[in-house]
């Protein structure tokens, strides 16, 4: 992300931005009176904005070379519709530093993709239980399996809408879970410590077929995510790789209950769980899997709440407006 | 079943039933006196009662080669208490009739087994989708996994409650849901009937894991049947069997949609559905389903409720109280 | 409806549409600058819109003797306003075609009126039980019911909504429930087939007062509709028909069953169900009802999906998107 | 009921009571050891309680002229069995003051059946419209409804359970209601005193069909109960009542809106209305329902409860448990 | 309120209105084409309307003496857009008239803020039981609170949203809440009247703090509002006044209990309940809190309804369309 | 505790236990021949049993120096009444051992009260916010609290089932909740880290005041709990601690916050809280709590299953029977 240039979430009414900006969606349109104008969705690494541009068209961008996935130069100008801010763009021409590209401008987690990948896997290193020679250990199973998948699992989106609606997001959804669970065992010292590190990081581990996310971070179900759901394709995944060969098999039992994780984390049927927790390991992974949810949201509300103040609305899958401190 | 002698739910409070029985249960006990005794449960192929046997032990019975899974012959009294019958067991002895065995006494469906399993198989093959000769049809696919798990389909209890707690339930169940599904493709011509006919046949074949059902027909949950649901179960079965060798590869798509019916047939996620319709042959077949169950609950009402009398509580499952029509 | 003409739902943007539509509604307006312009709504005999003409009024197309009701000739133009389709009328005149009427612009069930009324009646007739003389027929009560009340049971819609908002609609609804029925009394031979097939005929009879269906099929509630709701109308119809001269009495047990029926055929209090199902036939009433209902639903998304593609949303009174197979 | 007699309640574990009491059901059981006894239900007007009489037989009983239904002179022991209080009866014989009747036993409201009758009576002429001479006004339809019923509504229970399972208990509820109704017309005066003084006398009208009440207080549900509800059964009586030579027709308006009230008085489909309630008569005469109810409840807990305690459990139909103040 | 002009509500379309209204607020926009444009909100006492303005803005407005707060004259113009009323405003300057003040403008309650605030003390002394000279009354606690805060106990609104959004809401909905319990004390005798007037007058005391009421009659939520809610906050203000100087102690065991009344006045958890109503007079006030909000919601349908007509949504908190008598 | 004896949950059928144990409870009755026998409640440190004593009584006992609160030798057999275990208790005696006290007798948490305790303490010193001089810390709030009631704090049981029914059990719950919340604090850096343990620590200090438990460890409500519930008992003691003398004022916003995360515990409506989270640090504080009561619940039932088996039921609070695992 580019921090050398103002926000568009910092643009006031009345003002106009001039900077490099990706062209994420382009849409022709007619307006009432017949005439063709354009709207191009420009992102800056941040959020995003869906601009008009007047007397132009899909063809006369292409011809300026200009299309989805564009790094341009633009000029937004901010204006007010009805309560909220409008944009026009115009003057937009590719970008002139051409050391810019697309994943500057896409927005990602706080946490540097790689650093996380890496230390959930030495977390899951760390957690292997010796099996007294006679298996495999479970962290094995889990770290073939995000070794075989790191492309996607670094990747993909955690959810569908606005929220974790982020190229990283899977990960960093359960890179802070695999923390969480950590540091958890050091206070339950009876939960296993092996079976609750893995089942964190893979425990949605489906969405990766469940979601088609783009190459700007935009997420959408798949229909194998709308026939068989996130909960089915991850339990599915861990039984396609218990059979291996040289090697001692994994601990048979630990295979279940990682499972049992996978099928259970959405707690009860009213929320999905494909069965409900019949382990320690599992409830946890729930409330875990739910904290983290919910801090990601107030996060994301804090972002643009100013001290002492409450927002708006109850956000959609909390139970009460947030409020800023006022310290 | 024996429909030679009077059977147990005939008999009154006062008299004493003297017939051949089977022994599906020992338990000893001790009286507030601190004397043994033993409790038995007796089955004749309808209903089962628990008795009391005084002044005897496990150890005496069985010097007298009577334990579970004997047939005896045993008088048995009935006697009232706080509002039930009460029953007192006494002169057990193996039975006199060599010719009577285990399979006499278990309750079983109205239809023969063997002619519910082959009016399936024939219906499957009925449906079959010729797949203009590039892939194997799905009805063999249905049809493959049927013959090799013939015995346990066939034997299998549909539920753990006392409703459909009998051997053959399952098969009796998904034989009267593949004829329901048949007879409405007739009325809704746009339904797919290979598809909806291979899902009733096989909806609830997760069972056959998540249960134990006994000999005597008797069923138990599984710790599988606990940790991962017959649903889950059900939908991994058809993906091992999606691999053959020799044969054109079965209807991709099909399979991938048989898959979603054992997934979603039951409904909403609130009722435990892994995941929801989404094609109507899903939603028919989840229909069918509660259909059938409840049209059990009705007949098993109907077998102890007099004409123009309705049962003395609204039994799990349904709405109401059920009335019984005078004529 | 007219099938030599391109359809309103596949007109695509920038092009104009010139055919017999009917108009259904007009509206004056005046936009923001104070110019009176029309908003006038048409049909095409399988969908509607509403599309704007500038600079005339009211007044001024009835002077053409253009008003709702009339068949005209138009050119309309789709142009695409926020994301939507969005239409300008202009040209309009009475239709050059005298032989044109409103009926060939109402969209109807996909089954003649007729063919299905007269299929109810034949099926009731069959399933008439003989009261042993002693008594007139449950089925001839129904079919004294249908006489009476053909033309509202024939022409009112089934729902208020825009899912089953047609001409017809009760009647398409009613016919395959009886059929439905019908298919289902050979699985479950015990059900009483005269009952469930004048339960299903008439469960929704009461919606003849519920609603006031216009001439161009849109349906609308009554007063009655929302102070009574139609079972309670539809029962209290029973009751009314019960009292007959010159002939033998109904049979009243069976009158006591069709009134409980109709009460009951919602299944649950929350659904708004009078009384809940105590007899079988009024279970199987109630999912019948359900299955029909959404396999409507279902060949509604269908008439606009594309193989292989799931629907945007999840449609009101289904539990997921809706999928259509890619075969 | 007697008041110069200990109350069965306030017998202490370890006494005797001796008393005139009414035997209300005989019920004859054998023991463990297969001996005859019998189980007697005596009731004292205020509770009753279930006694164990052993060596006795019913047919010895009968020969002692003493069945159910017969006031007797009887010895009651109270011990203790798990942690409940258990009754031995002995020595009954036919009362020896031949001025007792069943009627002294039984319970009954606080105020006189005939009092709480005349003041509805005297309520709803009060409240009765002029209708300006053109129609007859609603309260003459309730008041000849309450004369033609004046028996079962006097006597019936107005519920199944232990509540409010007493003869008179429908017209005690309803008594208090329309008192209640009256004095919020004065608050409200914009609502239809007459309206809302209908609904509140005859909402409940329907349990006179809904509930069978024995002479001695217990009601059960009858099959008419079971199949159609009491909502519908006393919206069906006043569409029967609305018929009448030689007078004015009455108030059609209001008779459509009375039969609303009863239709929509339990306030929500939830919770079993019919349709809900839509004018403001309706929703006043479901919270005045609910709030009657649950007065008796609070009253039914304060007869046993003693100051500054609160009852062990939270009663059914109650959000807590009941305290009762110190003062 | 002024009544000898034209009320906003009955403004037709076409029509231009001149009269005095009240600005309540002022917000300056841009149109798409970048043109400042102001929105004024417009007040007549009744109800309050948006216009716009066109070529004009804040600064100008202020230069010309006018801001929210002011009275104004002006011309407004009522045309219609997409379906609704749309309002444009012209020729605005400070009234003529000197006489009018804000007041004139602001909606307020059918009944005078003073009448029903010292009827409400009245009934408050009415009730006030002797205590038997050992202690304070209740009512006295009740006054002392209600003279402390009049000032904020007579402005506050009694909710957020539009429907009781009006000065002095609280107080009117206080009031009739008040004599309806004295109402019912009339029939149910047993309840502590003391208790319930004290209780019903504070029930919602802490919406004083929980709301911010402007001048005008807008009410918008506090952080206190949103971190404690009312009923915490009434609680808490009960105790802080149980300690005084100089006099016998209150009622300890009332004040207890009037502390419930507020915790449990919501009924059940469900709806916000802190506890739930363990004594009659705490049930007693759910069902009058809940019944008083209803009947206002009915109100203010039928300001706007017509005889015999229905509404066309279903109110927000009500079960059902609002139907309005024909008579 | 004691551990060089049997315990009671090892005593196997048929055998005989003889060691001290302390009497909880003794309750005389009368068994059906009315002969007088008494029921002893003996508790081990680890469970409670209920044995039956013949011939005795409660003033025998007594006679005999026997009565609650004492410890007794005693010989308990053990025999099995309806598939339960049953006891016999006989030659009680105040124990030979007079070292043994209650205290020996009563279940405490695995982890010694004073270390629980001095840990927390130390944990909110270490969070204390030095307030920039300006306020005295949040932390020195809590910890005054807790000073002042340390005693009760320590003893309170934390529910009333027999789940978290013990001398301590408060304790345990905050202590492990504190430590949970200092865990997640490292991985959630942006928490309040002296909030957050402030309000683990404090969340269910109202139960002091909800609960009564007794010497051995029984919980049962208090009206004020009936009246109030908890989370407003503490919320109101967090109010009477904030005003101090010869010190800087707490931090305002901070006691703000705390009073809210008491309110907003319970996280819903529905499950009683006062308000609902609004900060994140509420949240985490409902999900720790959650977390923690079900991890103890798992705790409760591996007491007693062994591996590779499940419980009989579903425990209440948890949503699957629980499974042991196999290793």
Redesign the interface.
Known sequence: MLTNYPKLTDAE??STLSRPLLVSHIEE????N?NAYVKVTLKDGFSDVTA?MFSTSTADLEARLIKAGTVVDADL?V?????NK?Y?AANLAPAADKQLSVSDFVKLPPVDLEVMYDEIIELLHSAADSCNDTCTPLSDLAIRILTKYKDPYMKSSAAISMHHNLIGGLLYHSY?MV??AD??C???T?L?RELLLCGTALHDIGKIWEYDTSETGDAA?T??G????H??MG??LI?SFTNVKDQAPY?A??V??L??LI??HH??????????????EA??LH?ID??DA??YM??EQYETLAA?V?SDKKPFG??????????
């Open positions: 009414i009345g349109s007619t307006d009432k017949g008009v100008t204006s007010e519709y009805q309560g409008s026009k802070r923390k969480a540091a958890l050091g206070v339950y009876s296993d179900f229909s194998s709308i026939l068989f759901g909960l089915y339990a599915s039984k601990h039992e630990k279940r209950l499972t049992h099928l259970s707690g009860t049927q009213e929320w999905g769980a494909v069965s409900c927790p019949a382990i320690p409830l946890a409330y739910n904290l919910r801090m107030f996060e002492g409450f909390l139970e009460n407006r947030v409020y800023r401190p006022k310290y």
